[in-house]
């Protein structure tokens, strides 16, 4: 049903271009005023608005209209009928976010358009910047697809139709399913957020933790934040896992704003924390170094620094010969490096040399070079 798109390269591309243009870090929008929540809404900042004043769930649909084959049909048949409409936004707010070639196409204007189509322009390509954004966030890779979300943002559940619906009855036999684990999610999430017994709020983190994909745990990280606030001891043995938590969500963020130096700082930072395991420490200072390159490929020292830590923090694990082997691949570099910026000295012919010298001189010669030939590889 789904078919794989551009859009994570949009999302890329978007990135570059906010970085090359020097653009400032991209600052959430306030929330538009008067929200109608009796449709869907076409942006997330609205719809979370909307569902916390209603105190509801969102049913977010990422679609590609005019290009995935699959989304407008959907809409036209079920997800825009009246039908749908009454039935739906009873328990949710509805959002859609759609990456439409044609939206991406309205947002480019030549230079002959009028101040007032490049002002609509201008506005649609932000919109877009924070849809692409969202996107990123959500680990979007192709259209169409679905969640259920808390007001806060936390993945609920992926909805996944495995087979074509083409009416609201479908739909509901699909929600039916997902029944009992909303519930188990709704239960969990209540307790950590209003259990008087620390130790039952600690527990109920940690489990929503196991109930949500691995790819959407940092959305978590204010309940992470508030799992480190109450066991401030780690009484527990699982705080070091939502500091790890934590850097994650933050080195996000630092990323999708084009920072790719703040986000290994994230890492590097969370693998100074007592409360980390030696697998946590590894995992942190390899990721700290694998972002850093993506920002400074040419600084191999510091490179090389986050890898040595992350083979020292646990040498007996699975990975650390891979570290290592990383370590001394970056050592080649650094003698390649520094070899080809070593100042070559002008040599100076003498007034006569005899064949046996001469000979002793090419044989001299060829000693560095056999040399810088073996540092290279």
Aim: a negative charge; charged letters at 30%; hydrophobic letters at 40%.
């Amino acid at each position: 049903m789904k078919k794989q798109l551009k859009l994570v390269v949009l999302a890329m591309t978007a990135l570059a271009v906010l970085a090359s243009c020097s653009r400032p870090k991209n600052k959430a929008r306030k929330p538009s005023e008067n929200i109608d929540s009796t449709s869907w809404i076409d942006n997330l900042i609205d719809g979370k608005a909307a569902a916390v004043k209603e105190n509801k769930k969102i049913f977010l649909f990422f679609s590609g209209d005019d290009q995935d084959g699959a989304s407008a049909g959907l809409k036209e048949k079920v997800f825009n009928t009246e039908e749908f409409m009454r039935v739906y936004t009873d328990k949710y707010v509805l959002v859609n976010l759609d990456f439409s070639d044609s939206r991406f196409e309205a947002a480019r204007v030549d230079s002959s358009a009028t101040d007032e189509e490049k002002k609509t322009a201008a506005e649609l390509e932000k919109r877009l910047e924070e849809d692409l954004r969202d996107a990123s966030l959500y680990n979007i890779e192709a259209t169409p697809t679905f969640f259920i979300l808390t007001k806060e943002g936390y993945v609920v559940k992926e909805v996944i139709f495995e087979k074509p619906v083409s009416s609201v009855e479908e739909v509901n036999d699909v929600f039916a399913t997902l029944e009992d684990d909303i519930a188990v999610y709704d239960n969990t999430l209540s307790a950590a957020e209003n259990s008087v017994d620390k130790k039952d709020r600690l527990e109920a983190i940690d489990k929503l933790f196991e109930l949500t994909d691995a790819q959407h745990r940092y959305l978590l990280v204010d309940l992470s934040g508030l799992y480190v606030k109450l066991d401030k001891k780690n009484e527990t043995g699982n705080v070091g896992k939502h500091i790890v938590a934590i850097a994650n969500a933050n080195a996000v963020q630092a990323y999708i704003d084009q920072d790719p130096v703040a986000a290994s700082e994230q890492f590097a930072n969370a693998a100074k924390s007592k409360f980390l395991s030696s697998v946590e420490k590894q995992q942190c200072y390899y990721t700290a170094g694998y972002l850093y390159g993506q920002s400074a490929p040419n600084d191999f020292e510091k490179i090389k620094s986050y890898f040595e830590k992350s083979y020292k923090a646990d040498p007996e694990s699975p990975y650390a010969e891979q570290i290592q082997n990383m370590v001394k691949m970056l050592e080649e570099r650094i003698a390649e490096f520094e070899a080809k910026a070593k100042p070559v000295e002008p040599e100076t012919e003498p007034e006569a040399v005899s064949q046996d010298a001469a000979e002793a001189s090419d044989e001299a010669g060829d000693a560095p070079a056999e040399t810088s030939d073996a540092a290279q590889n």
